[in-house]
């Protein structure tokens, strides 16, 4: 079984070592590594670095240089085009794998061999080693992203091995704007993961580039932002009771960018005062949004 370990690198050069050094550590596992430069302004740093890690890295390491910003996504789709492997994970520039992340998913993976399970998804660790999200009392169980999401209420993030001809078809809808929960809520119509406890990923929330950290930064595609999370809210529209707190929360974030990208009377406004007032507006406004939906079904 082969694994591809695809990273999108924006101004990686001072954090894709770590990554780099992590696959050296895996303990075993058949893999290749694509990194994708999502046109970094670093003046060549990260090209250059890219380049001496495929040069000199034990396993094989692909490399694609977009010669314009996707925002992201678009680097995990054109990844996929000229991945060889059976399943693919999302490494971002700045994570790490666990020693024996490929060890332990293969094991699930063999285990699990169904049609419908588009792989596995594990835990992940801060920098210290502290777990994110709460602990399951479970090893594993098998079901849908909704699942876990709303009826099992566990929101935290998770580290997904998926199968690389679904990763390409999911992501090949992705546009600048859309992030990778898009996908997953989109995917969790038609099939399911092995949702496992076992840790297979390490971020370190201390930097400035960690998503922790920048999930609330300003947002350069606010229309598609909102557009992905009201279509996500569709995808999951058969769990939303199930945890109406998550669903506001998604509600609001859909509203509130769909209120930041109308910059036409709030342009003189600075742009965090802008956004946390468009933030607490969204959530009534959500709300009232789920009542009218509710009365009306």
Same mark, same amino acid.
């Given at each position: 079984?082969?694994?591809?370990? +695809?990273?999108?690198?924006? /101004?990686?050069?001072?954090?894709?070592?770590?990554?780099?050094?992590?696959?050296?550590?895996?303990?075993? &596992? %058949? @893999?290749?590594?694509?990194?994708?430069?999502?046109?970094?302004?670093?003046?060549?740093?990260? !090209?250059?670095?890219?380049?001496? +890690?495929?040069?000199?890295? $034990?396993?094989?390491?692909?490399?694609?240089?977009?010669?314009?910003?996707?925002?992201?996504?678009?680097?995990?789709?054109?990844?996929?085009?000229?991945?060889? &492997?059976?399943?693919?994970?999302?490494?971002?520039?700045?994570?790490?794998?666990?020693?024996?992340?490929?060890?332990?998913?293969?094991?699930?993976?063999?285990? @699990?061999?169904?049609?419908?399970?588009?792989?596995?998804?594990?835990?992940?660790?801060?920098?210290?080693?502290?777990?994110?999200?709460?602990?399951?009392?479970?090893?594993?169980?098998?079901?849908? %992203?909704?699942?876990?999401?709303?009826? !099992?209420?566990?929101?935290?993030?998770?580290?997904?091995?998926?199968?690389? %001809?679904?990763?390409?078809?999911?992501?090949?809808?992705?546009?600048?704007? =859309?992030? /990778?929960?898009?996908?997953?809520?989109?995917?969790?119509?038609?099939?399911?993961?092995?949702?496992?406890?076992?840790?297979?990923?390490?971020?370190?929330?201390?930097? $400035?580039?960690? =998503?922790? /950290?920048?999930?609330?930064?300003?947002?350069?595609?606010?229309?598609?932002?909102?557009?992905?999370?009201?279509?996500?809210?569709?995808?999951?529209?058969? =769990?939303?009771?199930?945890?109406?707190?998550?669903?506001?929360?998604?509600?609001?974030?859909?509203? !509130?960018?769909?209120?930041?990208?109308?910059?036409?009377?709030?342009?003189?406004?600075?742009?965090?005062?802008?956004?946390?007032?468009? =933030?607490?507006? &969204?959530?009534?406004?959500?709300? @009232?949004?789920?009542?009218?939906?509710?009365?009306?079904?």
């Amino acid at each position: 079984m082969k694994f591809s370990v +695809i990273t999108p690198c924006f /101004n990686s050069s001072e954090t894709l070592g770590r990554a780099y050094a992590s696959l050296l550590n895996l303990t075993s &596992g %058949e @893999f290749e590594w694509i990194l994708v430069d999502d046109c970094s302004t670093d003046e060549g740093k990260t !090209r250059s670095l890219m380049k001496n +890690i495929a040069a000199s890295a $034990p396993f094989p390491v692909k490399l694609i240089f977009l010669d314009k910003n996707h925002f992201g996504s678009r680097s995990t789709y054109e990844a996929c085009l000229i991945a060889s &492997g059976d399943f693919a994970c999302i490494l971002d520039h700045d994570d790490q794998l666990t020693r024996d992340a490929l060890v332990v998913v293969s094991r699930y993976l063999k285990e @699990f061999d169904e049609e419908n399970i588009a792989g596995v998804a594990g835990r992940c660790v801060n920098q210290l080693g502290v777990l994110i999200g709460k602990r399951s009392r479970e090893d594993f169980f098998i079901g849908k %992203e909704g699942d876990l999401r709303f009826k !099992r209420r566990m929101t935290f993030e998770t580290f997904q091995f998926t199968k690389l %001809e679904i990763l390409k078809k999911y992501f090949s809808e992705l546009r600048p704007g =859309y992030t /990778n929960g898009f996908a997953w809520a989109k995917i969790s119509l038609n099939y399911k993961f092995v949702f496992v406890s076992d840790v297979l990923r390490v971020y370190d929330m201390t930097l $400035p580039t960690s =998503y922790s /950290n920048t999930k609330r930064l300003h947002v350069i595609y606010p229309d598609a932002k909102a557009e992905a999370l009201q279509n996500t809210l569709e995808y999951y529209n058969g =769990y939303l009771f199930w945890n109406p707190i998550y669903s506001l929360r998604i509600a609001a974030s859909s509203i !509130r960018h769909r209120l930041n990208s109308r910059k036409n009377i709030f342009m003189d406004l600075p742009g965090k005062l802008a956004s946390r007032f468009f =933030y607490f507006l &969204g959530i009534p406004l959500a709300y @009232f949004k789920y009542l009218m939906d509710k009365r009306s079904s």
